[in-house]
């Protein structure tokens, strides 16, 4: 802050433009813990655009913690699938069923109790608390460290523990103790909305004369300062297309772990490959590969799938030893897919294979599938 502003100040001018310009979102019309952790959750990683329609379908279909709670596995992942992060959905089940057998299905509206949810850290618990009881705790994420940084110009490295417990220490020094959830939401709002990575607006910020990067004419661009971000590492998969007449093979993933119980076309890593007809004693036949590998970039990781694209009259057993720790085979039927909660890369798979093999498609004049031989 700069060293001629007030902190009462602050809040009021803060306060003033969030009441008058805010964004109107789904999760802040009717504000409630529970709709704040969903919502919370949703957005870690997340633009909110994309978040608006997921968290009206998720809250029509689970409405409460008790609805959550009882929901299959596999049905919460469905309505998560395309947002991923997909640990996110199985957290935000676990605590559901946490609220209904420690707290008689009623959220906990204690900090102590919020914070013990599966999946809650300090930011998410003081995001319930705040917005959804009314409690004074600060939120710190992203946007909030990058606020902070600039309205005191600090040129500590934000990657350190000792400036990280000093803006925690700031954010909950401005905290209005009247309107915690406003005030919280109101500064991940500059965040998202003027005080942005790359343009800031400062000439159009209602907090530019607290600012102190804004009084001292320094360059907001430099601020929060951080770490050197480590390069992605690079793993190489080849992956099996099985197809047998009106089915094919799919892989459930491991329950821990990247994509966690979502299902995938089953792959092997490139080092520790063992070819695919060996897996089956021999009794499916070649139909080629996919002409370019499917890349997906996960956050620490670029992932390159090569497709082997296969063929068998029957539907064969899984022989013994599973490869990459899955928990279940399947055969599908293309039907099917709509119920699974399937894999990116499996959703990028698919279109591809469809064309590459359609000449594999039986002729039947009333076929609806879009997968060969189906
Ligand atoms: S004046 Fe600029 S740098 Fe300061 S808080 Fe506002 S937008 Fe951010």
Redesign the pocket.
């Given at each position: 802050m700069s060293p001629t502003s007030s902190i009462p100040d602050f809040r009021r001018a803060l306060l003033a433009w969030y009441d008058r310009e805010q964004r109107q979102l789904p999760w802040r019309t009717e504000p409630a813990p529970y709709r704040t952790l969903v919502s919370e959750l949703m957005l870690q990683q997340t633009q909110v655009q994309t978040v608006i329609p997921y968290f009206e379908r998720f809250l029509k279909r689970f409405p409460s913690p008790q609805a959550l709670a009882e929901a299959e596995e596999e049905e919460v992942l469905k309505h998560w699938q395309g947002l991923g992060y997909y640990r996110r959905a199985r957290y935000l089940q676990a605590a559901a069923r946490q609220i209904v057998a420690e707290h008689q299905g009623r959220f906990p509206s204690e900090k102590a109790a919020i914070d013990a949810l599966p999946g809650v850290g300090d930011y998410t618990a003081a995001a319930v608390a705040s917005i959804g009881f009314g409690l004074p705790y600060a939120c710190v994420d992203g946007n909030v460290i990058r606020?902070v940084s600039?309205?005191f110009a600090l040129d500590g490295d934000t990657a350190t523990g000792a400036v990280k417990k000093d803006i925690q220490a700031k954010a909950q020094d401005l905290l209005d103790p009247q309107r915690p959830g406003d005030f919280n939401q109101a500064v991940m709002e500059?965040g998202a909305t003027?005080?942005s990575p790359r343009q800031?607006?400062?000439l159009a910020?209602p907090?530019?004369g607290h600012?102190a990067?804004?009084q001292k004419g320094l360059d907001?661009h430099i601020y929060p300062f951080k770490s050197k971000k480590v390069k992605p590492g690079k793993i190489d998969y080849q992956a099996l297309f099985l197809f047998a007449p009106g089915r094919f093979l799919l892989a459930k993933r491991p329950e821990k772990g990247l994509m966690a119980s979502m299902w995938e076309l089953p792959a092997q890593e490139s080092g520790h490959f063992i070819a695919w007809p060996e897996w089956f004693d021999g009794e499916i036949s070649s139909r080629g590969h996919l002409a370019k590998p499917i890349i997906h970039r996960f956050t620490h990781l670029h992932a390159t799938y090569h497709v082997a694209m296969f063929r068998s009259d029957a539907v064969l057993p899984w022989r013994e030893g599973e490869p990459a720790g899955y928990r279940e085979f399947r055969w599908v039927e293309e039907h099917e897919l709509a119920q699974l909660p399937l894999t990116k890369v499996l959703q990028k798979a698919l279109p591809l294979i469809a064309a590459a093999i359609q000449d594999e498609r039986k002729p039947c004049p009333n076929a609806t599938s879009t997968l060969p031989g189906l």
């Open positions: 606020v600039r309205l500059l003027r005080c800031p607006s400062c910020c907090v530019a600012c990067v804004n907001p």
